[in-house]
């Protein structure tokens, strides 16, 4: 039951020398990171749903929780929101006409990052927002100095590989043996540790959105890139969408895949839970049917990456492979674990306790106009089949 990573770059080599050794002498899995303590509202004072309003916009796609300011970001495909723990807005970030997606906060200074997407510009980035400047709503997410991107060059370079070597890119079209993995860009976002070293660095890491198609055999992983962001905010840049910039980092810090076989879209809302040390990845189902095609996976935290083939791609490859966690439903054909549980694909926000809260997406009326709407609600990890989060009462 493994995953995968590319073992494609000079700074993997470190890494590559621990694998060898662990063959020879296997370490105790290091301690999961501790959850940083909150200067904010206690873990006892949180409340148990938090609504994120409702909006002439996309669906709600992700959330942060900043739990020392007390404050709660949803992202509503096009719009970013910003509320306190009541559920009151303080302001938004409008005007993105790319696709914003799963949202996150470094703790070490309160920036909400977010997947950024302009597949027809062919430019992925990373959205930084400055929590202290959205302070209304309607804040506009060019002129109003709220927002940096960072452009993410690997992603871009799977994104437009020509798989099929007929000199021709595809485009955005699912229906292609175009886009390296079956990458459509990305989505699921999260800090935590380095994968394998708990306890270490933090790290930004990004989850590939990822075409659904049951006509090809090299896109049944997840792929995770890892970053160190700590010099960031001298890549960071002005968002024009009108003239997309390409400044960022040459390369990630680590590249891993996760065996899942295909999802739809790829990894839609990624979250790392120091309570239990290990990954938790929220997807559209599958359609590929020698798959069991479930809506959550967990990666385990506590095992290290090793070095194996790639499955499925043309050429022989080989890279970075992490585990899934045991437990959910084990499928026997594929050795692919998971639950089967509808939550957390429209966001998903771990307290460090054992309790997350999970977005449910809503629409409704108002004089004639549908508006979409996000509610956090909170939940408790049971690891329970076929629902492993237990809502937690007020």
Known sequence: MGVIGTWRRPTTWAMALSTVLTAFVAP??????????????????????????????????????????????????????????????????????????????????????????????????????????????????????????????????????????????????????????????????????????????TMLTVAYGIYANADREDNDHQVLLQYDVSRWRRLGRPLDQDAPHTSGPRRPAGKYFVYTGNTTHGVRNLEYDAATGDWFMAVYTGVKPHFPNHSLYVVDGSRRPVLGPIRGQAEEERGWLLSLREGGVLHDPTGVAGWPVSGGQYGLASLGDGRFYVVERGRRQENGVLLETGVARLHRWTGAVPDPFAPVEG
Not at 55 to 83: C, M, P
Request: net charge negative; hydrophobic share 40%; aromatic share 8%.
């Open 28 to 201: 105790a899995p290091s301690p999961a990171v501790a959850a940083p303590t909150p200067a904010g509202p206690g873990l006892a004072e949180l409340p148990v749903s938090v609504h994120g309003g409702a909006w002439r916009s996309g669906h709600v796609q992700g959330i942060a929780l900043d739990r020392e300011r007390g404050h709660v970001y949803f992202s509503f495909t096009d719009t970013l929101v910003k509320t306190d723990l009541a559920g009151e807005v303080i302001g938004t970030v409008t005007g993105l006409t790319g696709h914003l997606g799963d949202l996150d906060v470094d703790a070490r200074d309160g920036r909400i990052y977010g997947s950024l997407e302009y597949r027809a510009a062919e430019a992925f980035y990373i959205a930084i927002f400055d929590p202290d400047r959205i302070t209304r709503v309607g804040m506009d997410a060019e002129t109003d100095g709220v927002l940096t991107t960072v452009h993410l060059a690997e992603v871009v370079a799977d994104y437009t590989a020509d798989m099929d070597g007929d000199g021709v890119f595809d485009g955005n079209v699912a229906a292609t043996a175009d886009h390296r993995y079956g990458c459509s860009g990305i989505d699921g976002i999260a800090f935590g540790p380095e994968f394998g070293r708990s306890g270490g660095r």
